[in-house]
């Protein structure tokens, strides 16, 4: 099958993000069966070097430049960019990077009847594609997490940017998710709560359930526990779930850790930290790393992964890559979405927190309980080998695409 790849995200290297990882590794698995065009934007910060081996990894790459971000941040600039969302139905943050120039090949391409499938890698690329096309051929829509389950958690957990601006855009993003849902021949999402949201969106379009996977190569299982006191969060510092989730347990839970043990450490490693999270290098026992060669390499020395979620939709590639290294987990119900590990029936393969003291006891029972730590350590492998691999993924993705 000829497949049209849309992602606004350059989805090289794979290290880069969330959104890179899934879209890298299903184009990865495709590429195997099918022809794969990818037409993708490049930043400033992509190098030449990336886009030639992303090449390789497709039939055919399209690279088209990445729009500039909107100039000016004034209250009038502020107060049309709504305005338009508010006549128009789309986003802000679609707007800004879309491209008429990616519109027009595509819309060529269909025209033309190059591809039999074409899919949107994150909700952001939906812009691209018109509802008539869906009688002439397949279109998918790989929405990685809801923009209005994500904001509407954002305001009822107190962690929005922004209280004013999302409780104005809440029922806007509830009108441009349903507009857009409706036009598509299947929709995926990547666990049953996103799942549920979206079926009311669009209840006659197919939904499938896709979760992240773990590339096994780059999270090798760690060769024994190092014991010792180190905690660890990793993940990429310039994204907004991630900046409000260390800044969050780096003030109100790592302190009270450290009265209990004072040679704890807490290392933040991911790429890109912004100064939000730059400034909390300077709070004893905490380092903030910025991007790293190996990430696993620093997961293997790390006693406990928090995952200390309190926004953010869909099954989190962090906790995924802790467990297939073999780090036990301590993580919040955000950051332990979709993934069966401590219900009546299933094999406890992390401790749930949400609550400062909650992570202070779950934190403290796995440095004094080696046993414990083992426990999680092979559980926690033994589900992403059994159920979250991109091999897996990829052959349900394909699904979709094909038989919807």
């Known amino acids: 099958m000829k497949i049209l790849m849309l992602s606004a995200t350059f989805p090289y290297p794979p290290t880069r993000g969330g959104t890179q990882v899934r879209t890298f590794n299903l184009i990865k698995y495709l590429s195997q069966r099918h022809d794969i065009t990818l037409i993708t934007q490049r930043s400033p910060d992509v190098t030449d070097s990336e886009i030639e081996e992303l090449r390789q990894a497709v039939t055919e790459l399209v690279v088209f430049p990445r729009p500039q971000a909107a100039a000016g941040q004034s209250i009038g600039g502020k107060l049309k960019r709504f305005g338009t969302f508010l006549a128009e139905g789309t986003p802000p943050s679609v707007l800004s990077i879309y491209s008429p120039e990616i519109q027009n090949w595509v819309d060529q391409a269909v025209q033309a009847g190059k591809f039999a499938a074409v899919t949107c890698e994150h909700s952001v690329n939906e812009i691209y594609v018109k509802p008539e096309w869906r009688s002439q051929l397949r279109t998918i829509v790989n929405i990685h997490s809801s923009v209005y389950g994500t904001c509407k958690n954002q305001l009822e957990t107190g962690t929005s940017e922004n209280w004013l601006r999302d409780r104005l855009n809440l029922p806007l993003l509830h009108r441009y998710e349903r507009q857009y849902c409706g036009k598509f021949s299947t929709i995926v999402a990547t666990t049953e709560e996103d799942r549920d949201q979206l079926q009311r969106f669009s209840p006659k379009t197919p939904i499938a359930v896709i979760p992240n996977g773990v590339d ?189």
């Not at 309190?310 to 950051?335: C, H, Q, W, Y």
């Not at 934190?363 to 080696?370: A, K, V």
């Open 216 to 404: 096994f190569s780059a999270f090798p299982y760690r060769a024994s526990d190092p014991g010792g006191h180190r905690l660890i969060f990793i993940g990429a510092m310039d994204n907004t779930p991630n900046i409000d989730a260390v800044c969050f347990f780096s003030q109100e839970v790592f302190p009270k850790i450290q009265a209990l043990y004072p040679d704890v450490t807490l290392e933040l490693v991911g790429a890109r930290p912004v100064p939000q999270v730059q400034q909390l290098d300077d709070r004893p026992g905490i380092t903030v790393t910025g991007k790293v060669p190996s990430m696993a390499e620093y997961l293997h020395r790390a006693t406990v992964c928090v995952v200390p979620m309190r926004t953010g939709f869909g099954i989190k590639n962090k906790t995924l890559e802790a467990m297939a290294a073999g780090v036990p987990v301590v993580g919040s119900d955000r950051g332990l979405e979709g993934l069966a590990v401590d219900g009546e029936n299933d094999p406890l393969t992390a401790l749930r927190a949400n609550q400062v003291e909650e992570y202070v006891n779950a934190i403290s029972r796995l440095f004094e309980n080696l046993e414990l730590r083992g426990q999680l350590s092979k559980n926690g492998r033994s589900l992403v080998e059994n159920t979250y691999t991109w091999e897996q993924a990829g052959q349900r993705y394909e699904r979709a695409i094909v038989e919807g």
